[in-house]
């Protein structure tokens, strides 16, 4: 038989290296841009307030916002300070104002909904109060409990799902492709289900953190 000659090998380019060093700078240059652009400077858009309070009180209440924030915030009046408690509480409203004939008025806010949008509503609410010569009392529908004190358990409960699910995903895919599709199904049906009771063990049982909605939060 006759010798088959083997062509000599051409060297391996480094060319896709840097092409995957390039291409992961821009994936890192469009998510700055993109969560920078969204929290460098953050502002009210639409937020909605409940306010129960004379008619009088709330027209110049609009006027004075609309002039503060334009677009930031929406006033919906409410019959009464439970119906803003209640508006609140069901984030119908992100916060809201109840305002009697004489003395002290209410800010509602739901610490549980975010601090930033507390901060917000309390800010426009206490200025508002300061132009009124009004005292300020906040009152919070929803507060944040003993152990999440700044609400960052539920950025924690998203990280603690995403980075297993991507590395998760990858190995699935790499080691199951000579499976049959349900076998694979049924592996990442396994991994969601396990994945979401430890993270809910962790953060609701362990640390007491996310509580009151187990079930729902898996």
Known sequence: MPET???????????????????AALVGLILTLSFGFADHAPAPHGVRLA???????????????????????????????????????????AGGLVVGPAGPVTIVTAGAAGASQQQAVT?????VATASHRQARPLDVAPLPASDRVGLSVFVFEIGLLLPSVIGGIG???AGRRFRIWWRIAAAAL????????????????????TGAGAALI
């Open 5 to 23: 000659t083997r062509l000599p090998r051409r060297p391996s380019s480094p060319a896709r290296l840097f092409a995957i060093s390039v291409a």
């Open 123 to 127: 800010a426009a609410l206490t200025a």
């Open 172 to 174: 699935l895919f790499l």
């Open 191 to 210: 991994y969601a289900a396990l994945v979401g009771c430890a993270a809910v063990f962790v953060l609701d049982v362990v640390y007491g953190a996310l």
């Open 51 to 93: 306010v129960s309070a004379p008619a009088q009180f709330i027209r110049e209440l609009s006027a004075g916002l609309a002039h503060a924030e334009p677009g930031g915030f929406s006033v919906v009046a409410e019959p009464s300070g439970q119906a803003v408690a209640d508006s609140v509480r069901v984030q119908s409203a």
